[in-house]
């Protein structure tokens, strides 16, 4: 798996972005509820996730992994995510977006 994901032809965000539009392309709902959300490992990295909220589960959308000692971060840090999530959702659809006080307005 490392072997195949370090190859420098695979691009794992834009065959992921494929397949997630295609998942979402048949929406159904009138409304969309995305959360955005963070977690810290090893007090060093944090991952930053926007993803669907559906039945209970969470739909990765996209995310951004950065060196960052805090699960607090400012919308610099995550502005471009939600530009490209844009993207990747279904048009038409009302979209709510969901998230906790760690991200900080600039």
């Known amino acids: 798996m490392r072997r195949w994901l370090s190859h ?14 295609a998942a979402l392309s048949d929406w159904q709902e009138d409304c969309l509820y995305l959360s955005l959300d963070t977690s810290l490992f090893w007090d060093e990295y944090c991952l930053v996730r926007l993803a669907v909220v559906h039945r209970g589960r969470a ?3 996209v ?3 950065m060196e960052h000692r805090s699960a607090s971060v400012s919308f610099i840090d995550y502005r471009e ?3 490209q999530a844009v993207g990747r ?10 998230a906790d006080r760690g991200f900080i307005p600039d």
């Open 8 to 21: 420098a032809r695979i691009n794992v965000h834009r065959l992921y972005k494929l397949l997630i539009q």
């Open 59 to 61: 739909l990765p959308v």
């Open 63 to 65: 995310w951004r992994v």
């Open 81 to 83: 995510m939600l530009y």
């Open 89 to 98: 959702l279904p048009q038409g659809v009302k979209v709510v977006l969901l």
